[in-house]
């Protein structure tokens, strides 16, 4: 008979997802998120900030705003703040991944000491750039294990590597919409009133424009209708108010929600974990 000390422990089965977020002191204002996706699948969202990821295992797949990728180990899944993009896996097995979330202020702010002017965006969405990979793992690595110092120093090579690499100054497009005053008014008033959202008709007749035009105009210039927009909205300002204590049932009152379940289910479809979880983690640091 085997004595105890030789039964191997069990072994993690890879099919079990797992996920957490929390803030990265290295960086201001940024989130860490390191997970495991197998089934989990993202729909059509946004992030106010950039989404780096370095993936560690299996293969994701995502859209964005120029197309599809499919980004497997060692390559790096990023897209831009308000960018539109969904994700899921793109193998049986699913994928890992250790995300950075900076702030387009703390990207600019490299992008500036290494030249360039106003706020970049990416050659690519897919992006094969080891280096910046290797500086980016250990950087989150090192955050983990509560190495500021050091998390800082890597997280901020590898963001300039990746500039250097498939960086580019974000160029103005003339000329995107025809109506572009008319939809930022009507994105202000939606972000002001999440709690009682106007009808279509109503936003409409407010920025002066007809109901087809203005949901054409506003999914021309942010990716989304303006009921998707005014979720994701919600699920945003939901993020704010739970890192700073709030339970999930007052979160999902003081955003709109209908109840602690709708919260629920739109903030799990497009961060991959419930807001209770996110919630716990980001208060335990």
């Known amino acids: 008979m085997s004595s105890p000390a030789s039964v191997h422990p069990p072994v993690e089965d890879p099919r079990v997802e797992h996920a957490r977020y929390w803030r990265f002191s290295g960086l201001p204002e940024t989130d860490l998120l390191t997970a495991r996706f197998v089934t989990t699948a993202f729909v059509r969202h946004t992030h106010p900030t950039y989404t780096i990821g370095l993936i560690t295992d299996g293969i994701e797949e995502f859209t964005h705003a120029h197309g599809r990728a499919r980004v497997g180990r060692g390559g790096l899944a990023v897209v831009g703040p308000e960018e539109v993009h969904t994700g899921h896996a793109g193998a049986p ?104 959202p106007p009808t279509l008709e109503e936003l409409a007749a407010r920025v002066g424009m007809g109901p087809f035009a203005l949901n054409r105009a506003f999914r021309a210039t942010y990716g989304l209708p303006p009921h998707a927009y005014l979720t994701q909205v919600r699920v945003d300002r939901a993020r704010v108010l739970l890192r700073s204590g ?40």
């Open 93 to 196: 097995e699913g994928w890992s991944y250790r995300v950075f979330y900076p702030t387009p202020e703390t990207v600019t702010g490299v992008a500036r000491e290494l030249g360039m002017r106003g706020t970049p965006s990416f050659t690519e969405s897919g992006i094969d750039s080891p280096e910046a990979a290797r500086a980016l793992g250990r950087a989150h690595l090192a955050a983990e294990h509560g190495q500021v110092l050091a998390a800082s120093s890597h997280a901020r090579e590898g963001l300039a590597l990746l500039l250097r690499s498939h960086g580019r100054e974000r160029a103005t497009v003339p000329g995107r919409h025809t109506a572009r005053s008319e939809v930022e008014r009507a994105r202000e008033i939606l972000a002001a009133r999440l709690v009682d």
């Open 246 to 285: 709030r339970r999930v049932s007052e979160a999902a009152a003081e955003t709109g929600f209908a109840d602690q379940s709708h919260l629920t289910r739109h903030f799990k479809r497009r961060l991959g974990v419930p807001p209770g979880a996110y919630r716990r983690d980001m208060l335990a640091v």
